[in-house]
């Protein structure tokens, strides 16, 4: 092995191989490079963006929510029911809102005034001279009512809007704050009222709870007759759709940068071609065929190493510049992020270059079938 790497460190960095020779390695190492950094930078963008996507929906409605099986409110007081540890109590309700003639059907989410800050979209929001009669509206909802902080709606009763007798049919709500999650659909849908108010609307005991949202993942397992969804059920068909792309779009670039390996027959060839007499001498004085195979795939993992690096770093530079300075623009409304993610990772990083070692590998063992051909006669006759 040690003759092998001698020859090969002699054979690459000759001052006498030919122009063609180096630059036809410079050439075969900025295609890996290019290759390699287009496979990783697809990879980052496709767990950046479906990170994204769950990092919003989790701050959206806690990585999970647990619920009674069997009907949509309860009291965990009366079915003798714990708390879980850190759970945030809510309230949820269909129902109906109203601005002057337009109206537009909704789900009402009940909260404590203390859990909102608990949600993004309320960071900035100061609760503490807040009565009840408030709602707290998406922009899409806002924009398609054509309402405005300080506007009154009537959000409505379902239940009791047949029968007069049977209660209060809608009461009237101040919009305090106008939130933007960036998703359309649940800026459009989802209005934030006191979770007091909903119970008193509704008729429900002072216990009553829809369940339980929790940010951080339960510490037990949630036992009958309550059940937990996750972010990832809740959303099964969105996330769906993104594995969906991922074997397509990782499929194509993996093949651009397997295409981009195939430079290093051309390179292996030259160098064939050049030193042709010096292995045909070579194996007349008895040197083992091992020893120069070694010379042609040291050389194939050579350039292959050197081009996965500079492509892993490449990648790395464009990675942070996007993270950065979001350059990649994309439409929110549609995407639900507002620029294209990208996570940087070692550990796709490492098995790139895992697999750019078998690669070259591969590639050096079946260009060296025309080493097996080479005849030293006629090679040093012709010399």
Known sequence: MKISIFLFRKLLFSLKSSFLYKITNIITILSLAFGVASLNIVLSSINGFENSIYNKLSKLNGKSQINYLFDDVFSPQELDIKSPKNGIEYIEKKSLIKFKNLSQNIVATGLNKKDFKNFEIFNDLDLKNNDKNYVFIGSTLANKLNVSIGDELALLNSQNLKNISQGQRFIFLE???????????????????????????????????????????????VEYPLNEITTDEKYSILFEWI????????????????????????????????????????????????????????????????????????????IFLQEKYRFIAID??????????????????????????????????????RFFKININEVLKSS
Do not use: C
């Open 243 to 318: 594995n969906a792309q991922k074997l397509p779009i990782f499929f194509i670039f993996s093949l651009i940068a397997v295409v981009s390996f195939f430079g290093l027959f051309s390179s292996i060839s030259i160098l064939y071609d050049e030193r042709k007499k010096h292995f045909a001498m070579m194996k007349s004085y008895g040197t083992p065929n091992k020893v120069i195979l070694t010379i042609f795939m040291l050389q194939s993992i050579f350039l292959s190493l050197i081009g996965s690096f500079l492509g892993i770093v490449f990648s790395y530079i464009i």
């Open 175 to 221: 919009v305090k704050h106008i939130y933007s999650s960036g998703i359309n659909e649940f800026d459009d849908r989802q209005v934030f009222v006191s979770i007091d108010l909903i119970k008193e609307f509704y008729n429900l005991e002072k216990s009553a709870i829809s369940g339980w949202i929790l940010f951080e993942k339960a510490n037990t397992e």
């Open 332 to 369: 929110e409304n549609i995407y639900f992020v507002n620029y294209i993610p990208m996570e940087f990772s070692f550990q796709n990083s490492a098995w790139i270059i895992f697999f750019s070692i078998i690669i070259s590998f591969f590639i050096s063992s079946l260009s060296l079938t």
